[in-house]
Structure formats: C-alpha cells, structure tokens
C-alpha cells in the first residue's frame, strides 16, 4: 500500500455508497509524480529478488496464505464491495469474494507448474525457452467486480514474480486496500503489491505511459483501453493486456424452453447480475419466432419479481447502478427506443427506496430498432433487448451484428446445433445450455473491440505476465 503515500498532499478522492448518495470516506488520489515514485521502488524490489528470486513454490505458500486471509475477512470483503459499488451483498457473498479467493488459490498452485521446454534442436545445440516475470507490472481494475478482477491480476502476476502496481476504480478502492493489507500479513515483502488509487485520467494514464512498467493488464471500458493502446504506443511499448466491453447474445432456439425455469433463471442472471453492469451480461436476447411471446412474458415476469433494495439485505437482487450519471445514460437509451416505436416491459421501482440511491430497474425491450443504442451500445445496466429470427444463420448474423466479442450463450438439445452455432458466434466464451463464462480453468478473454492481448484465468494468464526467453547452448 505504500503507493497510497505519493499522492500530491491533500488530493484525495471520495468513496460515495451508490445505494444512498451517502460518503463512505476519502482515499488519496495518487498523481503521476507518485507513479513514477511507486514505479522506481517497485524496480528496486524486483531487483532485490527478495520476491523475484524465490522459488515458486515459496512465492505459492504467501499466496496461499493470503487465500486463508481472505477466507477469514470474507465477510469484511464482501461489504467493501457491497458498499463501494452497490452490489447486493448476497452477490458479494456468494461469487465475488469466492471467487477471488478460488483465483489466488489456483495462481499459487500453479506457480510452479508452468513449465518451460527444451527445442528440438540438433545434436550440437541446446534450446532452452522459458518464461521469466516482466519486472514491474501494473493493472488497472474496473469498479463492477472490484475484489474479483484485482484477484484475477495479482494471482498469476505474482506467482509469476513480478512487483505489481495496482489501480483501483475510483469508486471502489476499499477492497482492494484490504487485499494488499491481507498480502503484508501474509507474508508479501513490503513494495512487491503497490495499491495506487486515482483518477484514470492521472494515475491510470501516468502508469499507460510509465517507462519503467513492462506489462499493463486493463479491465474496463472500450473507449479507455483505446486510450491506453494509444498511451503505450506513444512510449515504452509495454506489453498490454485490453479486457473491455461486450454486448453480448443469449440465443434461444426452438426447443430452449424444454429447459422451463432454468432457461429463464439463467437468462435473468445473465440479463441482471449486479445490475447489468458486468461486461458478459446477455443484453441481447435473441429468440427464435415460434416461442418469441412465450420467453418474453415468463422473462418479463421473472424481471418483475426481482426484489430491488437495499443492497445490505441477503434478499436484494438489484441494487443500484454505480451512479446518477450511469442511471440516467441507461434511461435515456430506453427512452430514445420508446420513442424510435420499442416497447418496454417493466415493473417499475418501490416506493421506499432510499431517494438518492441511483436506482433504475429491470427492463425488457422488444420492437427496438435494430440502429437504436438499446441494442448496439453497451448500455451496462439492467436493460435487456429482445429480437427474433427465424433460421440459425439469421441467428448467427444477429449474434454477431455488434463490433463486441466477449461471450455468448446458446439454449438448445440438440448438439449439432449447439456446435455449429458456437463455431459461428465470435465471441472469447460461448456456453452452451447455460449463462456460464467458465471457471477458472478456462481462459477469459474477448475478440474484436472486447479485448485482446492476452486471456485472464487458467494457464493461458501467465502469457499476460511473463515474457519468454530463448537460452541457445552450443555443445561440444
Ligand atoms: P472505465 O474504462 O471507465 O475505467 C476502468 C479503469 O480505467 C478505472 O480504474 C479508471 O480509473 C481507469 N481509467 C479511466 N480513464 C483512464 C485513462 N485515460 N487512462 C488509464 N486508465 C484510465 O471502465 P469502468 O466504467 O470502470 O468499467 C466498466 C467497463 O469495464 C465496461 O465497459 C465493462 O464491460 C468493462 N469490463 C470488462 C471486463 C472484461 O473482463 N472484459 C470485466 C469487467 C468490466
């Protein structure tokens, strides 16, 4: 955390609970002087090779320690987030903290089990290829799945050996703080996991243009990894790692509802999982024409009866979306499809919620031009469009009418139908029968505008946050 001590003096941001309007605390905004600062001693450390120069299997024991820790302050985590991003707490509680420590678990596991190879070189030669830590890593973490995307990072970025500066969103730094404190008690020596907090514009930019950083993994939106691409070709060319927006299908072909409640339990997940603000929410339903009525009234019916509230509670669902601005960008697109001739299907907000709190609810769409921003933007909130086909090809050219590729899912029985449609959907994650993006033995990551450069999860994450080396041995 030392990071969070190189902030100009006095610059700070505030953590405000979207669920009340109300300020939580202020953090420090680190500026770019405190980058560079935090950067220089990240090298240092790496140097050092008190972290570097253990062996994996050492580096694995602290980050399995840290997963005991955090099993331990499960509960203090799953509030952080609560609180910070408006999350339902039952969200929290049963799949980001879980899954965090699942992901730190797994990374120091597989610490020493990436192995390198030997070429099958001749005779006279010896090719050694193996993959060696970048040095000073940095990552930049959205504000929907705090705890979990900072989990996805510093797993294999440390296990692999690293010194990591880590940027939290600026609404929700408080659970990524505790990690690190979390890491300190667990062992990690001081400077390896810098928590740097700020503003994107600053701190984010400052580490894209960082000469000392050598590999920049970045969760969040489309326009900013633009920025950052552009940063970084600007200056060191560090390796970067872009996992960015999706707009993606959920394809129900004419036998999806043989699978009844858990088609439409499934969908409303994908559809409203911490408010549609998830990058592989299924915002575009596309359903076949002969049972079009039939899933939009039990979707439709199954978003009504979702409990919208107080994120605190365990039987909240929806919370609110992360802020005013958010709230009334998504409202505007629903309105400009009410206008361009969509109907919309919604149960409305309670009256008893907290009047600032930045509500909005469950919402299906149908009859949307297929130009309105409801179906092409990612509107990254509780709204989901309906459209119809009529043949599988249909399906696919829908599925794929969208400069996004993060994930799709496909609902039918029949197995040849499911593979050819998962063969033509581009999209990182296609499931099949289920809202799933995998577990994290399968790589996550987008194609076209969602992301490139390298998946999160499995073994595939190390490419993010190693580099490869080629020892070429002349024997006699
Ligand atoms: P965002 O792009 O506004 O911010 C993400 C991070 O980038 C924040 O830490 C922010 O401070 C920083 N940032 C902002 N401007 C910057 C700049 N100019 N230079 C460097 N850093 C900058 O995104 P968000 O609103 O926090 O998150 C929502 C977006 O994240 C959505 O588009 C969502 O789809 C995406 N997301 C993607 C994945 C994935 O794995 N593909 C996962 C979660 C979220």
Redesign the pocket.
Known sequence: MSGARTGRAGETLPVVNPATGELITTVPAVGADGVAVAAERALRIFETGIWSGRSPRERAAVLLRLAELMERDAEILARLDSEDAGKPITECRTGDVPGAIESIRWFAEAADKVFGRIAPTGGESLGLVSREPVGVAAA??????PLA?AAWKVGPALAAGNSLLL????ATPRSTFHLAVLAAEAGLPDGVLTVLPG???VT??AL?RDPLVRALS???????GR??LA?TAETNFKRVSL????KSPQVLLPDALDYGDELIENMIEAAFLTMGQN?TAGSRVLVHRDIADEVVDRFTRAAEALVIGDPAQPETRIGPLIDHTARNRVASAVESARSAGARIHTGGLPADLHPQGAYYPPTVVTAAPADSAAVTR?L?GPVVTVQTFTTEHEAIRLANATEYG?AASVWTRDLDTALRMARGIEAGVVSVNAYSEGDITTP?G?WKQ??FGGA?KSTDAFQQWTREKTVWIRTR
């Open positions: 930049i973490l959205p504000w929907n799945y995307m940027k939290p969103a600026e503003h994107g514009s984010g930019q894209a970045f969760t969040g939106s489309t326009a900013t920025r950052i940063a996992e960015m927006g999706g990058c990612e990254f993060l996550f987008g969602s992301g999160e």
